[in-house]
């Protein structure tokens, strides 16, 4: 349930109530609104008595979440969240975008693209370090080398790197180089993971795994913040159908809903979810038209030499050329690029 203060509740009448919360074995989550404070109660799985509640001074309501996510609900928390990092803002009226390569392959290969990305105005460097490749054969990454190359690139540049971590275990080391952990599609249900993460002191991006429903997103989102971090970015990146024409089927409907459901800013992966570079630009102004806060793209110097997801990578120019072109769509939507 959610605890709705009076407008102008004291910090006493608060923390009255958050001491009340946590004497029943539960946790207080605060939400500092402009207007009031709405403490989230999340339970410990008995039904409570909203009651004692209601009756403690400072109190105007409370509101019971049926939705099984609490935290990322927008019941929750009204407002959209807007995550600051290093001057990018993540969620607000500005568009973010995400580009680089799938992989880090080299020094040369990562630079190039960093520095073409940056001028055609991506505020965060993608690549990854730790691939989860279907194949055992195929390029794994260049694991810690990777992190190092993407930590020059940043400093080279002034981007954000967002690189994905795999493991529990790894989550210090990929947290010692990123700004933005990436939990990959294949990755969103391991609950390890998440948990680590959500411990981490470090924003996510959640991808959205490729067989599972707008709620698993979201019940996975709540992992995260449950364990502590409450700066998540959640991503749309295409789905399994029975279309074989795309890589994935890109879930544009996704976009607006998650808005509607959460307040966490969400992001469209319009690469992996097409899986031709041709689809890229058409479905990144689907996705912007649709409501999404931000883009994940990628982009490789030479598309045909790439060690792995080539055929959806766009060469420099094509990134350029998409990033002109959002500006009247950015805007008939009430955005910035
Ligand atoms: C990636 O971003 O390179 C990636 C592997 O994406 P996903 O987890 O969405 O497949
Ligand atoms: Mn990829």
Redesign the pocket.
Known sequence: MIVVMKQGATQTQITNVTARIEQWGCQAHISQGEERTIIGVIGNGRPLDRGPLERMSGVERTVPILRPFKLASRDFHPRNTVIELNGVSIGGELLTVMAGP??VEGRDQLLETAHAVKEAGAKVLRG?AF?PRTSPYSFQGLAEKGLELLAEARDETGLLIVTEVMEPDLVPLVSAYADILQIGARSMQNYALLHAVGEAQKPVLLKRGMMSTIEELLMSAEYVLSHGNNRVILCERGIRTFEPYTRNTLDVSALPLLKQLSHLPVIADP??GTGKWELVEPVTRAVIAAGADGLIV?VHPRPEEAL??GA??LKPERFATLMENLGPIAEAVGRRI
Do not use: N, V
């Open positions: 799938c992989a990854g691939k690469s992996h990628e792995s997801d959806q990578s």
